[in-house]
């Protein structure tokens, strides 16, 4: 019997099969992310921002500040220079900070080539125009740019050494979804494809905000049943958050979405789940920022969803209560009372 399945169509555009990748931003994520890039055979160059750090990458092959222990193979190229890093490069990985996106789009744009792909891998909601990351490379780069964002409960320190992973690369184009899975699919590093960009963005965002409150509950001494209502009811916050910025509801049940919430509200190696654990300890956010050489996304992703919800009438109280705690002097306690005192409500 003929089968009268159809191959899947090849990425396009065409001719990036070859072509070098840039990571721009080596961080724990952008490094672990270069170092799949080069086990699959890729040709890579890797930027980071302070050309001093960027000689001690190169020298040292290890990122002893971001994600130590895991070597960098020597294939990969090392530079501060950002015009170097994209050069002849059709594929850009953006693994950045997210309030800081735009200013490394503005150069990508005023250069003499732009990427024609671009796959974003970081996690917010820029501050004041509420933009998720690949709108801004839209805005920045044009719209003819081809936009894919990876994401899913993926923390660097086990991408890097090769602890099984699953991601989800979402993209309104299929076959760009296509191409970043033919990038960074190894036997270690399973990636999904998915249509859905909105709900994948807002998914690695919104989750973060939930990861702060979940390291609240650990840091006030909470249980388990806790953190359990907590995800749950923060699932259903973020889904709310997604339907009405139109993304489909069911995205938030996949990777982008439980996944990376249960990894983020749970693991040792969340960021933002450690600055909620030691808010709810009593420490000041300013003293527990200061200490941390990586960014915690959710901090500022907190006001831009703020204001996004109240933009789109989405009630969302726990983002409401750590937005209070965070930039408000609420206390822990308080937030935590004025969640459990709200009115009854029937479970949708």
Known sequence: MTSTRRPSPSPRPR????????????????TALAILLSQNGRAVRLWEFYPEYAKVLASTRENPKFLPGVAIPDTIAITSDLRTATENSSIAVLAVPAQVLRSVIH??????????????????????????????????????????????????????????????????????????????????????TSEDIIGVELGGALKNIIAIAAGVADGLGLGDNSKAALLTRGLAEMTRMGEACQARAATFYGLSGMGDLVVTCTSQHSRNRRVGEELGR????????????????????????????RKHGVEMPITEQVYRILFDNATPQEALQTLMQRPRKAER
Not at 286 to 307: F, H, K, Y
């Open 282 to 309: 009593g420490r000041r956010l300013a003293d527990i920022l200061n200490e941390m050489e990586m960014v915690a996304e959710g901090v500022e992703t907190t006001r831009s969803v703020r204001q996004l919800a």
């Open 107 to 192: 150069p990508l744009a005023a250069g003499p080539a732009k990427p024609a792909v671009v796959i974003t891998a970081s996690k917010g909601i820029e501050q004041g125009s509420l933009a998720r990351m690949s709108e801004i490379v839209q805005q920045d780069l044009g719209a003819a740019t081809l936009v894919c964002a990876l994401s899913g409960p993926s923390h660097a320190e086990e991408v890097g050494r090769g602890i099984p992973t699953s991601v989800v690369a979402a993209a309104k184009d299929p076959e760009v979804a296509q191409l970043a899975q033919t990038l960074f699919m190894t036997d270690r590093f399973r990636v999904y």
């Open 15 to 30: 001719g990036l099969s070859t072509s070098p990748v840039a990571v721009i931003g080596a961080g724990a994520w952008g």
